[in-house]
């Protein structure tokens, strides 16, 4: 801190020297230089020494600052070799400066508006207050860059505005049930606009008088950071992503301010113990393998102030080794969040928005910060698919690189992604086909409960194919940001709809939720992942859940089976026991549009039924019912070019309702969605067996279909000693059978017998057609 007046008196500095060269050389010739330069032509060299030089002005503006806001992670940027390369080449920097430009610049031609709070999200006031944190962030920025003054002004002025308003303000009048925030709804909202501002402040701290700077200091960041975490103590202290952006403000706020009382709250808690805050928040969201407890959706949200505070720690306090903190893990975060996506969108588990993909400003960040640590290529192809970076001496480096042809590949795989921070609260399992974006890919979530954030899906599953979402998860209920549904924040049909278990891809018992809809009590109750496998020719998971009802146990393996040459088939097989007979469903969600049943249905043409009167089943309308036996079973829908058929092996007295969500929603709040559900009535023990298998091709340009019935001709299911085997016999060509046998330890044989044959495996599960079984 306190060092970017130096870096520009040394941008000064070098441009009297460059132009006493460029003076030389127009009276002497490039001759008299030196020989190594004889055949650069004046002009050329002329551009280069400028070049350099304001490339030299960056660098020492960005470098010779040690704040939250300034530095990067890697010291190669340092470097006159990086320095001399730092030019207009680099498409993917100077589009990021130009899109900054046209921000700031509108922002700075629309005046100081520093509004009273009064709206919710999505309100004019909310809006208004986030476009000037992030102009005073883009104006910092461009201010360190190019030095032009009128940046400097303007954060000075928006933020003399707010040290008159902010001392006055007391709760939010939008507040809910959320720590309400002064500037916002919700205190969540006030850090971050403290994380963005304070590094714009960072960039132009330095060029205010005395008497400015004491008193945006004092009125403006102090008495934030003081509200949001003194003031605020019980959201400060929590293990939470709320926790992390005030943690990460306040932290940022004292490095800017020379504070180390505001760091070392930031960094153990208000009490200083090291129970709460910045650190124990990496120790406790975080499995081993960086996965992060509230899902995938929340992951990204929250990354941006691990990665953004982490990169601050690491320059101004090294010793504490942040990135080699728990074996890296904030860098496996940041490859994990890359990992939990398909075709660039966040798998959408617990409350999650499904139109949250890596283009977001939160992996901007943590792309060219991850790039900057490791210098991983893969980073690169990330960058090039986001069309995006940021401002800072790491994003430049990953702009060069990127334009030197230096990316591979991002190595999408199959993986297992402990939870919890022992990596013993189950996992997410992914199973992919292939290496690509839009590979084929099942995502077992076997996974805790995620806190408030979470969802009643224990053992839930959704698939994607061919580009699109096939099996699905309904996310959450809200409209973000839009203020006539609820001010942008969560409906109330987040708690009666899309948290209930008959939502998801599970069991429901009784029609009732796991753990009877409390999710302090799923809390302490995660699912054990009992096998995963990421080989060929079956990548398989298979997880088992206890208490989430009494007295009843259910297990649930999942395979990804090669079939032909197109994407693979997925192999559900979930048994359950229980203590008393009950009813047992088990729902699929899908996307598409239905081309085929297997089974006759009855319908209400005169009227919709409604399935239920409470946990979830309230809001599905009833379109259909039928009885389905061994032959019968099927459901084909279609969904973009591809078709889908769902092969059910129904227990004895099963039967089928078709139905859609959004009834009971007089705020028209739910998506309209179809559904199938397989209920079993007035058994104590069931097994549900299921394939779902993608085929054919619809084209409607060339107005062809190839392939729109299944492929399958029957699904066979045979349990014996301790086992099953799945018989999936095709049209043509030979069936396969695949064994699973009840231990799951690795190398050990088992039996079982089919149609009078002795079929013989080791491990948990085989294909016992020739193949090697694991």
Request: glycine residues 10%; aromatic residues 10%; proline residues 5%.
């Amino acid at each position: 801190m306190g060092r970017t007046v130096k870096g520009l008196r040394w941008f000064i500095i070098g441009l009297i020297a460059v132009a006493t060269v460029i003076n030389y050389i127009d009276r002497n010739g490039v001759a008299n230089i030196a020989a190594s330069v004889a055949a650069i032509g004046r002009l050329a060299l002329k551009k280069f020494l400028l070049f350099t030089t304001a490339a030299f002005g960056i660098a020492a503006c960005f470098y010779s600052n040690s704040g939250a806001a300034s530095a990067s992670s890697s010291e190669e940027v340092v470097s006159l070799a990086m320095i001399r390369e730092a030019s207009s080449q680099y498409e993917l920097f100077s589009d990021e400066m130009r899109r900054t430009s046209i921000a700031v610049d509108a922002a700075i031609r629309a005046g100081v508006v520093v509004p009273v709070p009064k709206d919710p999200g999505g309100g004019y006031t909310h809006e208004q207050h986030k476009r000037n944190y992030m102009a005073l962030y883009g104006a910092g920025l461009l201010y360190r860059i190019t030095g032009e003054s009128a940046y400097a002004a303007y954060a000075r002025s928006l933020l003399l505005e707010y040290a008159k308003l902010y001392p006055t303000l007391g709760p939010h009048p939008a507040k809910a049930n959320e720590a309400p925030g002064r500037l916002f709804w919700q205190s969540l909202n006030d850090s971050v606009w403290l994380v963005y501002a304070i590094q714009g402040y960072d960039a132009i701290r330095d060029t205010l008088n005395a008497a400015d700077r004491a008193t945006i200091d004092d009125k403006v960041f102090r008495h934030m950071a003081d509200f949001l975490s003194i003031g605020n103590a019980k959201t400060f202290d929590r293990i939470h992503n709320h926790a992390t952006w005030a943690a990460a403000g306040v932290g940022m706020t004292g490095y800017v301010l020379h504070d180390p009382e505001l760091v070392a709250r930031s960094l153990k808690g208000t009490d200083k113990s090291g129970r709460s805050g910045f650190l124990a928040q990496v120790d406790q969201l975080f499995s081993p393998d960086g996965y992060y407890t509230e899902g995938p959706y929340y992951q990204r949200y929250a990354l941006q102030p691990f990665v953004v505070f982490a990169d601050a720690i690491a320059r101004n306090q090294p010793e504490l080794g942040i990135w080699q903190r728990r074996d890296g893990v904030l860098l496996k975060a940041i490859r994990s969040t890359i990992q939990l996506t398909y075709n660039d969108y966040f798998f959408p588990l617990n409350d999650a928005m499904p139109d949250k993909s890596l283009k977001t400003d939160e992996l901007y960040q943590a792309v060219a910060i991850g790039y900057g640590v490791t210098k991983d290529p893969g980073f690169l192809s990330i960058a090039q698919e986001q069309g995006r970076t940021v401002l800072t001496p790491d994003g430049l480096l990953l702009a060069r690189d990127l334009a030197a042809g230096k990316a591979s590949p991002f190595p999408y795989a199959s993986q297992l992604f402990r939870d919890g921070p022992e990596g013993d609260q189950g996992a997410l399992a992914v199973l992919r086909s292939g290496p690509e974006r839009d590979a084929a890919v099942v995502i077992a979530k076997n996974s805790a409960m995620g806190m408030g954030h979470g969802h009643f899906d224990k053992l839930n599953w959704i698939l994607y194919d061919a580009g699109n979402p096939i099996v699905t998860d309904y996310g959450a209920a809200r409209f973000l940001n839009i203020e006539s549904k609820n001010g942008g924040r969560y409906l109330k049909e987040n708690e009666s709809w899309a948290k209930q278990t008959v939502a998801h891809n599970t069991l429901v018992v009784n029609e009732t939720s796991h753990f009877n809809g409390d999710w302090r009590v799923g809390q302490e109750h995660a699912p054990s992942q009992l096998f995963f496998s990421a080989d060929d020719p079956l990548k398989a998971s298979t997880a088992e859940m206890v208490d989430a009802w009494p007295g009843v146990r259910f297990r649930r393996t999942l395979v990804q089976v090669p079939f032909g040459s197109g994407s693979p088939l997925v192999l559900d097989l979930l048994r359950v026991n229980g203590n008393s007979p009950a009813t047992y469903d088990l729902p699929l969600h899908y996307s598409g549009h239905i081309t085929d049943l297997g089974f006759p249905v009855q319908q209400s043409v005169a009227e919709r039924p409604v399935l239920g009167t409470g946990s979830g089943y309230q809001h599905i309308w009833v379109d259909a019912t039928g009885t389905i036996g061994p032959d019968n079973a099927t459901l084909t829908w279609i969904n973009g070019s591809r078709f889908y058929t769902y092969r059910m092996v129904p227990p004895a007295g099963a039967s089928v309702i078709l139905g859609e969500s959004g009834a009971n929603d007089p705020s028209f709040n739910l998506r309209r969605e179809p559904l199938l559900i397989e209920r079993v009535t007035g058994v104590k023990d069931t097994t549900f067996v299921s394939l779902l298998e993608p085929h054919g091709a619809y084209d409607p340009s060339a107005e062809t279909t190839v392939a729109s019935a299944s492929q399958i001709k029957t699904l066979r299911h045979v349990r014996s000693n301790d086992a099953d085997l799945i018989v999936i016999e095709p049209l043509s060509g030979v069936p396969l059978v695949i064994g699973i046998a009840d231990d799951v330890t690795a190398g050990r044989p088992h039996s079982a017998t089919l149609d009078g044959r002795r079929m013989e495996w080791t491990g948990h599960i085989a294909l016992l057609n020739g193949f090697e079984s694991k």
